[in-house]
């Protein structure tokens, strides 16, 4: 059974920084693009980033380019999103998401809440 | 950017009744639409990929249409737990960033 287990979210001031986890399973985690989705509060579903499959491949919606960064470590079944300079508008359920296919997010995680207030 | 625009906001239905909901694509996606579902406090779920082919244990209720800048997500006869919002998303530019459309409330009568 694939599964997808986010961790990290909390409260965090603006400008700080958290890390968020995913960790995979029930899949062969090295094969597949990964990547970060989010939802405001009551809002709908923005995608963030996506890392290829040996992680020399990442993009970033444009309203995080050079705040947020994702990795992932393939011997760990591990994804990560390294997030910098946090803003009030960064405020979002964050879901891990498996690529199964370019695009195609087939399994998603639980979501992990980040709120960025002072 | 391609920019998703879905219609209704919200579709006040009873159980029973279908339900046909719309999204619209800022410029040619081609087939590369997909649909998810989403209750409240759940993760979004893949029911629709490549406009109309149904993701594993999506029930046949569930179908999708379209192509290029325009796309339709039919549910037949709705059961009480398609009560849901529904959202669409493209993946058909390179580099691989993907957008979603707004969402269609689907709530009971």
């Known amino acids: 059974e694939v599964q997808l287990v986010e961790s990290g979210g909390g409260l965090v001031q603006p400008g700080g920084s958290l890390r968020l986890s995913c960790a995979a399973s029930?899949?062969?985690?090295?094969?597949?693009?990964m990547s970060w989705v989010r939802q405001a509060p009551g809002k709908g579903l923005e995608w963030v980033a996506n890392i290829k499959q040996d992680g020399s491949e990442k993009y970033y919606v444009d309203s995080v380019k050079g705040r947020f960064t994702i990795s992932r470590d393939n011997a760990k079944n591990s994804l990560y999103l390294q997030m910098n300079s946090l803003r009030a508008e960064d405020t979002a359920v964050y879901y891990c998401?498996?690529?199964?296919?370019?695009?195609?997010?087939?399994?998603w995680g639980q979501g992990t809440l980040v709120t960025v207030s002072s | 950017e391609i920019v998703l625009t879905q219609s209704p906001a919200t579709l006040s239905l009873s159980p029973g009744e279908r339900a046909t909901l719309s999204c619209r694509a800022s410029q040619s996606v081609s087939s590369y639409l997909a649909w998810y579902q989403q209750k409240p406090g759940q993760a979004p779920r893949l029911l629709i990929y490549d406009a109309s082919n149904r993701a594993t244990g999506i029930p046949a209720r569930f179908s999708g249409s379209g192509s290029g800048t325009d796309f339709t997500l039919t549910i037949s006869s709705l059961e009480p737990e398609d009560f849901a919002v529904y959202y669409c998303?493209?993946?058909?530019?390179?580099?691989?960033?993907?957008?979603f459309g707004p969402g269609t409330k689907v709530d009971i009568k």
């Open positions: 998401a498996r690529d199964g296919h370019y695009g195609i997010f087939d399994y």
């Open positions: 998303q493209q993946r058909s530019n390179w580099p691989p960033v993907f957008t």
């Open positions: 029930g899949f062969t985690f090295s094969s597949y693009w």
